[in-house]
């Protein structure tokens, strides 16, 4: 087969297409408010080897992961027609045990094999383990949730009854989950119909030819982009706060080196995995490295295997970037991963000054409340993330109280959050004054107040509360994060990840960090 | 009594209109924009025969108030330590890999957002009250900020508007117009209506100015303004309802569909309005489709609004080979100047170009004649393009249509098949300038067994405004769960919103006998945060799992359902204008309409076409494809086996040979 480039831009619209498909289907179905008002899920297609094919454009800390879920989930079953894996095991393709995901396979007539998988993944607001959230301050993944390794959740177009049943046992509000876990098979039922159509109407032979293609395409486009950088090693290190155990300024070291029209990224020079659950598996690094290597492309191509082919990861097992089990890594998704797009941005702004910002605020400010609602007597467990600012760049400003990088959360309603839980918001804000100076200033943060109105666990699991985001070319860094718990006229300032018991009344305050400023700022 | 449809648009103003002694006109003058009135004025005066008539109309006042951020000096009140909501928004951003992403900024600036102590719980309980003397104080910042207008949003005030009611009386010798956010959009989720309530105080001082100016013009004869959701309203409302007129054109264009199709027996049609630089499309099911869930610039905007989808693919959009091999056509279009490389300006291909390229475009009949189209000038630029994309310059012209299609298939798909939808059995109903070129080919893509061309596409959204009801829409988040309440129980929490919509409906004029409303339910599972619009009838329950199902591909039984808001649309029907019936044809044949005869490409292969002139033919009138039937402002292509039809009020339908 030749290729042809009006097929060429056909089938890029049409496997786009199929993967955004899916994620109305899973938005619109799924139960809790994370998966939904938030839209912390992503979709994907992939090919017979378990390659991405098409990623809809939904949550970049997915991007480099997803297609390690798919290559463990298809590596131990042979799926048939009907059957879909679930999995949530970071050592085994997951990320961390929040993320739960669902693969299944395309089949089409006559073929024993899948000829296409389809899979999504979305945050679960609560998977088990030592704290509501699921989102804990741990030191092994044993206290962070229900692990589950790939196994059948649907045969022969079946739910495995007994398996789900474990699962929700095993949940602090197995309703939402359920209601999640169907928003997910159906998402995947949507993505097979859809692969089907297209298969009978072009044939298997040339959606398999143009599914590869397109990696070629989008291989050719990064390999360009690449090598309009100039060459040469660049370095850049940066820190996480703390592990939330002992550790403090954790190190992650990068040297970059552009050679032709590929990169190396080689993280190995990185501290040593810790105690606490800051720690990030392989798939969370990969998955930084490619959003920050899309986001250089101009072009509107779409994320597959092709984009990571020029670009090599080498890491050291063991080490806080490419953990081990049992590490601890509920944080290491949403934290350290931000942290890897840090460290990655610094190395480039050597190569392509212009176009590279600031860094951000480097966080997600996770928080997790879980209790029993006094309204209702029923258990409740709220989670969300909180923007902060955006890093300024060689042109302008950065953008205030907004979701960076890694992450594209919406936030709850304040009308929705106090309909569903025991809260009352007393503050909604952006915490002016917090981006860094500059001739560019960057972004500021904000500030959310939630009072208790009963008593409940609080953990929060933060970062750049000690160490600042960095500003560049003379710009200064942002200032950094505060937790605040006010009981009564007491203020007390907590460290960047803890667990609180707190009563009614009390006030729990995020302060979130400001992003770098650029340029020396003008007298 | 005369009546008229007038629609501004980017660059023509249209006219329908009906004469006391029944018979129908067309008018188009060129658009005014840095005074709209002037075309509207001046075309009525065109129009007009006798002293009395009716206006009705689909302004962009409002619209471009907002994209050229041109509105009033708008201050925002609400909660004290909420006054940032409407700049943090949802904290997400809308591109993914733009690592300068900025948001649009919010209409009111910081120094013009203030809050004051007050605070409502989630049960709608007076937590804290209003402070007399910070009230006082705000007054005085007003107007030293000499804001124009006023936008005030509580959090909870749809629970109890009691603090939003306060302040507007303390305001009222300000003189200054105030948007309440519980009486613009009575919905839980304060960002967007907050969002809501801002944009209409944003736009309401300079609707008002340009309603006024038109009434003045037209001596007290009666003026309504089309809104958003489908529905016409009198000047006095929009002015201070002026969030209700946004996107007015387009709705007009949908009613005018609904309206024409029903007349002709189509009651189910996928609309397909392709223009210059961009193609809407909407699908109506036996209803008028409304969405809640719009945006301006970036801006949520709740009203309701009819449901339209809209992609950057045009008749001038350019077609370019990508870095990475790829044929790509839009979303950057040539606009009106350059244009495409045929209207002798522009050095880029466009999808008119290709349609020219392959003889779909009759040059001698573009708009009648009186445009020159340079098909000379084409040559160069595709040989240059298909060299370097390795294809025939046949197959590149062939193929920039391909993925024109292919782009607006999708849009088709997601207003279809995402929600559920099956496309085979609606009609294609095809107007725009462009859409007549391209109709057939998709509706073969979407397996579309029916194309409907109506009669004058090129200025539905005028004949839309002619033909839209007067409607109202009244909301309230109730948040109530299903098996908590009942039938009965929430029938009476309907009464206010019936009360409003019957008030209302009768100062628009329309009797009490005459007003029909519409009763629906947001309803959702409990845990969910999207809700389904499900008609409000004693099986409410049962319908919203049937409608899950169908929307989702799954219902739950077992699961407890909510029901977050309640809605009232009021319809008055005013007496609508019948069309025309046009002559019988004596035969079927059409030679007598067959104006011409040429080479055109279809499926690489050269096809001897007919050209036919839509003007010369009659109820019954058959046209066989291959064929191009061109009239003023439109030319449509029917490819070979499609077989076309003229009705009764002159419309073309044509059948589209589906595999």
Same mark, same amino acid.
């Given at each position: 087969?030749?290729v042809n480039?009006?097929l060429l831009?056909v089938f890029?619209?049409k496997f ?11 938005n619109r179905?799924a139960?809790s408010p994370?998966?939904k008002e938030?839209?912390?899920f992503?979709c994907?297609i992939?090919?017979?080897n378990g ?5 809809a @454009?939904?949550?970049?800390?997915h991007?480099?992961s997803?297609?390690?879920?798919v290559?463990?989930a298809i590596?131990?079953?042979k ?10 095991d970071p050592?085994?393709?997951g990320?961390?045990l929040p993320d739960i ?6 089949f089409v ?6 000829v296409?998988y389809?899979a999504?993944?979305a945050?679960?607001a609560?998977?088990?383990g030592?704290?509501s959230?699921?989102?804990p301050?741990?030191n092994?993944i044993?206290?962070?949730g ?7 959740l ?5 739910i ?8 929700l046992n095993n949940?602090?509000?197995p309703?939402?989950r359920?209601?999640d ?8 039922i949507?993505g097979?119909k859809?692969m089907?159509?297209i298969?009978?109407k072009?044939?298997l ?5 143009y599914?590869?293609?397109l990696?070629n395409?989008?291989?050719r486009?990064m390999?360009?982009?690449i ?5 040469g =090693?660049y370095t850049?290190e ?5 592990d939330g ?7 992650i070291?990068l040297d970059l ?9 080689d993280f190995?020079k990185?501290?040593?995995q810790?105690?606490?659950?800051v720690n990030? =598996?392989?798939?969370i690094t990969l998955? @930084?490295?490619?959003y920050v290597?899309?986001?250089?492309v ?6 597959n295997m092709?984009?990571l082919?020029?670009?090599?990861v ?10 081990k ?7 290491g ?5 931000q942290r ?12 392509v ?6 860094a951000?605020?480097?966080t997600?400010n996770?928080?997790a409340i879980?209790?029993i609602d006094?309204?209702?007597g029923?258990?409740?467990a ?10 300024a760049?060689?042109y ?6 907004i979701?960076s ?5 919406l936030?709850?309603p304040?009308e ?7 809260f009352?918001v007393r503050g909604y804000?952006i915490?002016?004054g917090s #981006? ?5 200033? #960057?972004?500021?943060g ?6 208790l ?7 929060v ?8 985001p960095?500003?560049l070319k003379?710009g200064?860094?942002?200032?950094q994060g505060?937790?605040?718990i006010?009981?009564?006229s ?9 667990t @609180?018991?707190l ?6 305050r995020i302060?979130t960090?400001g992003?770098?400023?650029?340029f020396?700022?003008?007298? | 009594?005369?009546?008229?449809g007038?629609?501004?648009g980017?660059t023509?103003?249209d006219?329908i209109?009906?004469?006391v002694d ?5 008018y ?9 009135a002037?075309a509207v004025l ?5 129009v007009?025969?006798?002293k ?10 409002a ?9 009033a000096y ?15 928004g ?6 993914l890999?733009?690592l ?6 919010p209409?009111?600036p ?5 809050g004051?102590?007050?605070r409502? *719980?989630s ?5 804290v009250?209003l ?7 705000l ?6 900020? +000499?804001?124009e ?7 909870f005030s749809?629970?109890?508007?009691e ?23 009575? +919905?839980?989720r ?7 309530t801002i944009?209409?105080a944003y736009?309401a001082p300079k ?9 003045e ?8 303004i089309?809104q ?5 309203? %009198?000047?006095?409302?929009?002015m201070?309802?002026s969030?209700?007129t946004?996107?007015s ?6 009613v005018?569909a609904?309206?024409?199709g ?9 609309t397909?309005d392709m ?6 499309v ?7 489709p409304l969405?809640?869930?719009s945006?301006?610039a970036g ?12 992609v950057g693919?045009g008749g ?6 990508d870095a990475?091999g790829s ?7 040539a606009?009106?100047d350059?244009g495409?490389?045929?209207y002798?300006?522009?050095e880029?291909?466009?999808?008119? *170009?290709?349609n020219?390229?392959?003889g ?6 573009f708009l009648?004649?009186?445009m020159?189209?340079?098909? *000379?000038?084409?040559?160069r ?5 298909a060299?370097?994309a ?8 062939e ?7 292919a782009?607006? +298939?999708?849009?088709?798909r997601?207003i279809?098949v ?7 059995e /609606?009609?294609l109903?095809?107007?725009g300038?462009?859409?007549?070129m391209?109709a ?5 893509l979407?397996?579309i ?17 002619l ?14 769960k ?5 039938? *009965?129980?929430?029938?009476v929490?309907?009464e206010?919103?019936d009360?409003?919509?019957i008030?209302?409906?009768?100062a628009?004029?329309i009797?009490?006998?005459?007003i029909v ?18 008609p409000f009838?004693?099986?409410y ?6 409608l899950?199902?169908?929307n989702?591909?799954?219902?739950d039984?077992?699961k407890?359902v909510?029901?977050?808001n ?7 029907s ?6 025309e019936?046009?002559?019988n044809a004596k %035969?079927?044949?059409?030679?007598d309409a067959?104006?011409g005869?040429?080479?055109v490409?279809?499926d690489?292969v050269?096809?001897?076409?007919k ?7 009659l109820?019954?009138?058959?046209v ?5 039937v ?6 449509i292509?029917?490819p070979p086996?499609c ?5 009764? /009020?002159?419309n ?8």
């Amino acid at each position: 087969m030749k290729v042809n480039p009006i097929l060429l831009e056909v089938f890029k619209n049409k496997f786009s297409s199929v993967s955004e498909e899916m994620g109305v289907s899973l938005n619109r179905t799924a139960f809790s408010p994370n998966i939904k008002e938030r839209r912390d899920f992503s979709c994907a297609i992939f090919d017979e080897n378990g390659d991405i094919v098409a990623q809809a @454009a939904h949550i970049p800390v997915h991007l480099g992961s997803m297609p390690m879920s798919v290559k463990e989930a298809i590596r131990g079953f042979k799926l048939k027609e009907g059957d879909m894996v679930i999995l949530n095991d970071p050592f085994k393709g997951g990320t961390h045990l929040p993320d739960i995901t669902i693969v299944a396979g395309v089949f089409v007539e006559g073929s024993e094999k899948p000829v296409f998988y389809v899979a999504n993944r979305a945050h679960h607001a609560d998977v088990g383990g030592m704290s509501s959230g699921s989102m804990p301050l741990s030191n092994s993944i044993f206290q962070e949730g229900i692990i589950i390794p790939p196994l059948k959740l649907v045969e022969g177009g079946k739910i495995n009854e007994p398996l789900l049943k474990l699962l929700l046992n095993n949940v602090r509000t197995p309703y939402e989950r359920e209601g999640d876990f169907k928003a997910q098979i159906m998402a995947n039922i949507t993505g097979i119909k859809r692969m089907k159509e297209i298969i009978e109407k072009y044939s298997l032979d040339t959606v398999r030819f143009y599914a590869k293609e397109l990696m070629n395409y989008s291989e050719r486009i990064m390999r360009k982009t690449i090598g309009d950088i100039e060459d040469g =090693v660049y370095t850049f290190e940066d820190y996480l706060d703390d592990d939330g155990v002992s550790r403090q300024n954790i190190k992650i070291h990068l040297d970059l080196t552009i050679k032709g029209n590929e990169a190396v990224l080689d993280f190995s020079k990185s501290d040593d995995q810790v105690d606490g659950s800051v720690n990030a =598996v392989y798939a969370i690094t990969l998955s @930084a490295v490619l959003y920050v290597f899309r986001s250089l492309v101009g072009e509107d191509i779409p994320t597959n295997m092709g984009c990571l082919r020029p670009i090599k990861v080498k890491t050291r097992k063991g080490s806080i970037v490419d953990a081990k089990f049992p590490a601890a890594v509920a944080g290491g998704n949403v934290e350290t991963s931000q942290r890897v797009v840090d460290v990655i941005l610094g190395a480039l702004s050597f190569a392509v000054p212009e176009r590279i910002p600031a860094a951000s605020q480097g966080t997600m400010n996770n928080v997790a409340i879980g209790g029993i609602d006094p309204r209702s007597g029923e258990p409740f467990a709220y989670y969300e993330t909180l923007g902060g600012g955006m890093g300024a760049n060689p042109y302008g400003h950065g953008e205030s109280a907004i979701h960076s990088h890694m992450t594209n959360t919406l936030n709850t309603p304040i009308e929705a959050l106090e309909y569903s839980y025991p809260f009352m918001v007393r503050g909604y804000s952006i915490r002016y004054g917090s #981006g860094g100076i500059g001739k560019f200033c #960057g972004g500021d943060g904000l500030i959310r107040e939630i009072e208790l109105l009963g008593d409940a666990e609080v953990t929060v699991l933060s970062e750049r509360r000690r160490l600042s985001p960095y500003g560049l070319k003379g710009g200064e860094n942002g200032r950094q994060g505060r937790n605040v718990i006010i009981s009564g006229s007491d203020e007390k300032f907590m460290p960047s990840k803890f667990t @609180a018991r707190l009563k009614r009344g009390d006030i729990l305050r995020i302060e979130t960090p400001g992003g770098g400023g650029y340029f020396k700022p003008k007298n | 009594m005369e009546i008229i449809g007038v629609d501004t648009g980017g660059t023509f103003t249209d006219f329908i209109y009906k004469t006391v002694d029944g018979k129908w006109g067309v008018y188009k003058t060129l658009s005014t924009p840095h005074n709209p009135a002037e075309a509207v004025l001046k075309g009525i005066k065109h129009v007009v025969k006798g002293k009395e008539f009716r206006v009705i109309h689909g302004s962009t006042v409002a619209t471009n108030a907002i994209l050229e951020r041109k509105g009033a000096y708008t201050a925002f009140i609400t909660n004290k330590g909420f006054e940032d909501i409407i700049e943090i928004g949802r904290q997400n951003r809308s591109e993914l890999y733009n690592l300068f992403y900025r948001r649009n900024k919010p209409l009111v600036p910081k120094e013009l957002r203030f809050g004051l102590t007050c605070r409502v *719980d989630s049960k709608g309980n007076v937590l804290v009250d209003l402070d007399e003397d910070e009230i006082e104080e705000l007054v005085k910042k007003l107007e030293e900020a +000499e804001a124009e207008s006023i936008a005030v949003c509580f959090i909870f005030s749809y629970l109890n508007p009691e603090h939003e009611l306060k302040v507007e009386g303390s305001f009222k010798r300000l003189g200054l117009p105030v948007s309440l956010s519980h009486r613009i959009l009575s +919905e839980f989720r304060e960002y967007e209506r907050a969002s809501t309530t801002i944009i209409n105080a944003y736009v309401a001082p300079k609707m008002k100015r340009y309603i006024n100016n038109l009434i003045e013009g037209i001596g007290g004869n009666e003026l309504r303004i089309m809104q958003s959701n489908g529905g016409s309203i %009198s000047a006095e409302v929009a002015m201070n309802e002026s969030v209700r007129t946004i996107l007015s054109g387009p709705a007009g264009g949908a009613v005018g569909a609904f309206e024409i199709g029903k007349m002709a027996g189509f009651n189910r049609l996928i609309t397909f309005d392709m223009g210059g630089t961009s193609t809407d499309v909407s699908l109506i099911d036996n209803k008028l489709p409304l969405t809640f869930e719009s945006q301006i610039a970036g801006f949520p905007v709740k009203v309701p609004m009819i449901d339209i989808h809209t992609v950057g693919a045009g008749g001038g959009s350019i077609a370019y080979l990508d870095a990475g091999g790829s044929l790509k056509v839009g979303p950057e279009s040539a606009g009106a100047d350059p244009g495409p490389i045929c209207y002798g300006k522009g050095e880029k291909i466009t999808v008119t *170009d290709a349609n020219l390229f392959l003889g779909r475009l009759v040059p001698e009949f573009f708009l009648g004649g009186n445009m020159k189209l340079a098909r *000379d000038r084409l040559d160069r630029y595709f040989k240059e393009m298909a060299k370097e994309a390795k294809l025939s310059e046949l197959e590149l012209a062939e193929g920039i249509l391909t993925v024109a299609n292919a782009n607006m +298939e999708r849009a088709i798909r997601v207003i279809s098949v995402d929600r559920g939808y099956d496309p085979r059995e /609606f009609a294609l109903f095809s107007f725009g300038g462009a859409g007549g070129m391209h109709a057939a080919f998709l509706a073969r893509l979407l397996k579309i067994p029916k194309v409907f061309v109506p009669k004058n596409p090129g200025i539905l959204s005028a004949i839309g405004m002619l033909l839209a009801d007067i409607v109202k829409d009244y909301s309230l988040t109730v948040m109530l769960k299903a098996d908590e309440t009942n039938y *009965d129980e929430i029938k009476v929490l309907f009464e206010p919103l019936d009360e409003s919509g019957i008030k209302d409906l009768m100062a628009e004029g329309i009797e009490r006998d005459k007003i029909v409303l519409e009763r629906y339910l947001d309803m959702r599972y409990v845990g969910q945060s999207y809700e389904i619009v499900v008609p409000f009838k004693e099986n409410y329950i049962e319908q919203f799992h049937k409608l899950h199902e169908r929307n989702y591909g799954y219902a739950d039984e077992s699961k407890r359902v909510e029901i977050v808001n309640i809605r009232v649309r009021a319809i008055g029907s005013p007496e609508k204008p019948v069309f025309e019936k046009i002559p019988n044809a004596k %035969s079927s044949s059409i030679e007598d309409a067959i104006i011409g005869e040429k080479q055109v490409i279809f499926d690489s292969v050269e096809k001897k076409t007919k050209i036919v002139d839509r003007d010369r033919l009659l109820f019954g009138s058959v046209v066989e494809g291959p064929a191009i039937v061109v009239e003023y402002s439109s030319t449509i292509v029917l490819p070979p086996k499609c077989v076309g039809r003229i009705d009764e /009020f002159g419309n073309l339908i044509i059948d589209v040979e589906v595999d």
